[in-house]
């Protein structure tokens, strides 16, 4: 009888437990966008074999975002290039009038001979068409 009693009361137990229990996600959400380049330091040629810091300007839109990295896309001597910020959903992001202007370094190297062009993503045109800054680096031996 006693052993009826004692599966009763850790089966009521068991219930109240697991019916407390509350999963809440009280973590930050987190989205990615692609923003414009502004404008990009790029030096009018490289030496071959070399690695250069390529500073590259961009506008936050607000202060919750902040610089998720460069996506970059490879097609024989062309460069596709991107700027991938994270927006951090707290709540509480400023928008205000000012404007956010950050910098950060693409780091290349100039690993064939010929010439490199480099398209950074500049936005997105009258007709939605996206436009990009252009830039034809000639590497030197």
């Known amino acids: 009888m006693n052993m009826k009693y004692f599966f009763i009361i850790i089966t009521i137990l068991s219930l109240l437990t697991l019916s407390s229990c509350e999963i809440s996600d009280d973590g930050l959400k987190v989205s990615y966008s692609v923003v414009a380049v502004d404008s990009v330091q790029m030096p009018s040629t490289f030496d071959f074999g070399e690695t250069y810091d390529i500073p590259v300007f ?7 975002h902040v610089f998720d990295g ?66 034809t680096v000639f590497v030197l031996e």
């Open 58 to 64: 961009y506008t936050k839109p607000t202060d919750c």
């Open 70 to 135: 460069f996506n970059v896309t490879a097609d024989l001597n062309v460069r596709n290039i991107s700027t991938v910020l994270a927006q951090l959903d707290s709540g509480n992001c400023t928008t205000g009038d000012s404007v956010i202007v950050e910098e950060q370094t693409l780091r290349f190297t100039a690993a064939s001979n010929g010439s490199y062009v480099f398209r950074f993503f500049n936005g997105l045109g009258p007709n939605n068409e996206e436009t990009y800054l252009e830039y």
